[in-house]
């Protein structure tokens, strides 16, 4: 029986600590809990691989979007379920005397009694009767009402960081096409390089934000966005991309506050990838071969956008590129999240431009639309 108790303590010890560094004290990069580690690895792992199977691109992503919201309440259910199991553990081991008349008090009376304490139940049909027992479940009821008092003000936390989130996401789509593209980024800011500069501020300030968010709470990382062509790695390597480049030399472009958003944006991903341990490595096949970056500046130039040219400019994008890329990719394979081109597709468009009830009409339209995509940027 004592060693029922200890457990009992350890159990409550190691769900009171998980909870306050993952709620109350959440900002550090690396984290000693182990118990929410071990959850995320073990459900995710099964989830992404039931992801795999399935082959309509639209039906895993509602799938894998259902897993960060479901995770998070599992979780919680977890926790509670750990400190109910914990108290009852704690009565058992010490023999609470409870008003019960028919035979000795089992293991499910004592968890009884502490499911109902802990949720403040107050049915009053199982009670203890020592003072021991009386103090330990004044403990519970109060343990559980802070407990539940944190979840309430834990949730809206969750979502606010993800609304903030999706936010520039949603904005990026006309800036930079569905999904983004650092050239197309370019060709749609080639006459007006100030809002460029604007909007590269604004992301400086987002991967801040986001990397604030999500290493507090990891699990706004399963969130996944509202449309299946966007996701915040998505967003983030294009504005990584476009700052790579406008860093290798674009004319007129905003070099400065390129350096600044690429900066943290990448130590955004970086210290991401330190969460989920994804051990960095080269995407695979190479996201901009030779043949693309010709593509890529040829494109550029037929909107007037001139792309430093050059073995040194091509020296230079490759390191950059090493700079993020393998963390990005580690990161997108592990959350299912695609990564953008460096060439956007030439004929889509973007999501602001389609709707459920236009899709018959779409193909036929779609060079208009093209076109007026142009004229609004």
Excluded at 189 to 203: F, G, I, K, Y
Excluded at 241 to 267: I, K, N, S, Y
Excluded at 311 to 323: D, G, I, N
Aim: charged share 20%; with cysteine.
């Amino acid at each position: 029986m004592i060693l029922i108790g200890i457990f009992g303590v350890a159990l409550i010890a190691i769900v009171l600590l998980e909870a306050f560094e993952a709620i109350v004290l959440p900002r550090r990069v690396t984290r000693r809990f182990w118990l929410t580690k071990l959850f995320y690895r073990f459900t995710w792992e099964p989830w992404a691989w039931m992801a795999r199977k399935i082959v309509s691109a639209r039906r895993r992503e509602n799938y894998l979007g259902v897993y960060g919201p479901l995770s998070l309440l599992v979780l919680l259910a977890i926790w509670a379920a750990g400190l109910v199991f914990g108290f009852a553990m704690l009565h058992w081991s010490r023999g609470s005397r409870l008003n019960i008349t028919e035979g000795a008090a089992g293991f499910g009376d004592y968890l009884y009694l502490s499911g109902t304490t802990f949720f403040t139940l107050g049915f009053g049909d199982v009670v203890p009767l020592d003072q021991t027992g009386r103090a330990l479940a004044v403990l519970e009821a109060g343990m559980g009402f802070a407990f539940l008092a944190l979840i309430i003000g834990y949730l809206p936390v969750i979502y606010q960081g993800f609304s903030r989130r999706e936010v520039n996401i949603s904005l990026l789509d006309a800036r930079a096409g569905s999904p983004p593209t650092s050239t197309e980024l370019l060709r749609r800011h080639r006459d007006n390089m100030q809002e460029l500069e604007r909007l590269l501020r604004d992301w400086e300030r987002w991967s801040a934000d986001l990397m604030e968010s999500h290493l507090s709470y990891p699990v706004l990382c399963y969130y996944r966005s509202q449309h299946n062509n966007q996701s915040w790695i998505a967003a983030l390597t294009a504005i990584l991309d476009t700052c790579a480049l406008v860093m290798v030399g674009v004319e007129g472009a905003p070099a400065r506050q390129a350096r600044l958003t690429f900066a943290m944006a990448r130590h955004a991903v970086v210290d991401l990838s330190q969460i989920f341990n994804t051990e960095p490595r080269p995407p695979s096949p190479d996201r901009l071969t030779a043949d693309d970056f010709l593509r890529l500046r040829a494109a550029l130039a037929r909107c007037n956008v001139k792309l430093s040219d050059g073995a040194e400019a091509e020296q230079k994008l490759a390191e950059l590129r090493a700079m993020y890329e393998p963390y990005v990719y580690s990161l997108a394979d592990y959350l299912f999240m695609p990564i953008p081109r460096w060439l956007p597709a030439t004929t889509k468009l973007d999501n602001w431009q389609t709707s459920a009830w236009g899709k018959a009409s779409a193909g036929t339209s779609a060079q208009a639309a093209l076109e007026d995509k142009d004229e609004l940027i």
